[in-house]
């Protein structure tokens, strides 16, 4: 059976449970899999910037003209460290060593290039800088494949690179075009396939899907070759909720679910997988597969295009402490045709997609990322409309692939009442797979507690599916 695996950059750098729980567990299973695997945890922060935080890396540094090859020496030096700690693994430090230094130094030849092209003044600035970030992306995938190759080896396994960051070659080929170019010829039922999360492509890969880009390679290699099934490892299993909120011991493990939960869960910004490495997948009729690195003998959750529950419960309480609320509240909005188009053309300007929208006959309130209301989008805003309200909020929800139960709403609305969560707006449509709660931002924890505990883990008697 040939699987398609994605390993993720918390488990890369626990390599040692990977080599034991996946790789090398099941020993009639040894090939016949294509690993994509991500950068060490960390090490894509240190290249182009911290994704929770926004600290800069050495990205910023190309971008301002500052000495970038120095952060890059730096970035050497904690490359080899994490190799050190591989060593009793059976990585040959002085080839992992040897990799890195050759990587850095052609990073630096091509950022050069870069570099004099810019101060030239005959290319856009702005597509210059995307190729940067780029090249730099590719360094780590390409130095994470490279040690596991390495280390399977020397475990005795048949194991072949897939370098997708395409350093040694002048292909002006497109992602798809390098990723079919690329396995052909390849015996992948003798030999195990570790591929970077990185592809060079000539429409860019960051381009378009930015920090994602590990889950596209991972889904446009499942689309290429149609596995059994595509695999997701990750440090956790698709739980009924954040185990870092609820507690291990509260966390239930979802099991079976619908590629339309996947989405709803992507939109609060909890990906299981990015929704759109996730639509090509669905659409070739290839099942996703979450597992927990670490409990290799657990069936994790199965992600299909047409799962329904057999009985109606509520699958997942997820959310985001981190978004705003943003309320537009005119007296000539009623009965006026259109009045949200110009609305919606001010977010189109500022690049802005909402989570949440609730209007009535004077109001339209979106639910925004944090992240994304800046000062010119207010003041845009409040220009045009009577009254702009904007509020430091939180949003729950209690999402699932069958919870139209009659009831449910009342029961989680009345679950937060109880634990002393005040309702500021909500959400239901039509298709009942997403209850959305707008909530103050102090009450977050406190709300996917009391809802986790009232839905997924002692839901009372269930309501059998009609």
């Known amino acids: 059976m040939l699987t398609v695996e994605k390993i993720g950059g918390t488990s890369m750098s626990a390599f040692g449970d990977v080599l034991r729980h996946i790789m090398l567990h099941d020993k009639s299973r040894i090939y016949g899999r294509i690993y994509v695997v991500s950068a060490y945890s960390g090490v894509t922060n240190q290249l182009l910037e911290h994704k929770k935080t926004g600290e800069p890396g050495i990205y910023a540094l190309f971008a301002d003209g500052a000495d970038y090859h120095a952060a890059l020496d730096g970035l050497a030096v904690s490359l080899k460290k994490l190799n050190a700690g591989f060593a009793e693994l059976g990585l040959p430090l002085d080839v992992a060593d040897a990799f890195v230094d050759t990587r850095i130094g052609e990073v630096k030849k091509y950022l050069d290039a870069m570099h004099h092209v810019l101060a030239s003044g005959y290319i856009s600035r702005k597509d210059v800088l995307l190729a940067a970030r780029e090249v730099l992306a590719s360094i780590g995938e390409s130095h994470s494949a490279f040690n596991s190759v390495e280390m399977l080896k020397a475990n005795g396994v048949n194991a072949i690179l897939l370098d997708l960051a395409g350093f040694h070659d002048d292909e002006a080929w497109s992602i798809d075009e390098r990723i079919h170019n690329s396995f052909k010829g390849l015996d992948l039922a003798n030999n195990v396939i570790v591929a970077t999360g990185y592809t060079k492509g000539t429409e860019g890969i960051m381009r378009e899907f930015d920090r994602g880009y590990s889950e596209v390679t991972f889904s446009k290699i499942a689309v290429e070759l149609r596995p059994a099934e595509a695999v997701i490892h990750k440090e956790f299993h698709l739980s009924s909720a954040d185990p870092n909120v609820v507690g291990l011991e509260n966390a239930v493990v979802v099991g079976a679910t619908n590629y339309d939960v996947a989405d709803q869960l992507a939109d609060v910004g909890m990906e299981a997988i990015h929704p759109k490495a996730a639509k090509p997948i669905e659409l070739a009729g290839i099942a996703i597969r979450l597992k927990n690195t670490f409990e290799p003998d657990h069936p994790g959750t199965l992600i299909t295009k047409d799962y329904v529950g057999e009985r109606a419960r509520v699958e997942m309480v997820t959310g985001s402490d981190k978004v705003t609320l943003v309320e537009i509240h005119d007296p000539s909005m009623v009965g006026?045709?259109?009045?949200?188009?110009?609305?919606m053309e001010i977010f189109c300007q500022h690049d802005i997609s909402y989570i949440l929208k609730a209007t009535n006959a004077n109001s339209i309130a979106h639910v925004l990322w944090e992240s994304s209301v800046t000062p010119a989008l207010i003041a845009e805003l409040e220009a045009r409309y009577e009254v702009v309200t904007v509020k430091p909020s939180a949003i729950v929800c209690a999402i699932g692939s069958n919870i139209s139960i009659p009831g449910v709403l009342a029961r989680a609305a009345q679950t937060?009442?109880?634990?002393?969560?005040?309702?500021?707006?909500?959400?239901?449509?039509?298709?009942?797979v997403n209850m959305q709660f707008i909530i103050e931002r102090g009450d977050y924890k406190k709300a996917i507690v009391a809802l986790n505990q009232a839905l997924c883990v002692n839901p009372g008697v269930p309501v059998p599916r009609a």
């Not at 937060?416 to 009942?432: H, I, K, M, P, Y």
Request: net charge negative; proline share 0%.
């Open 336 to 343: 006026t045709v259109g009045f949200d188009l110009g609305l």
């Open 416 to 432: 937060l009442a109880d634990a002393g969560v005040n309702v500021n707006c909500v959400s239901q449509t039509l298709r009942q």
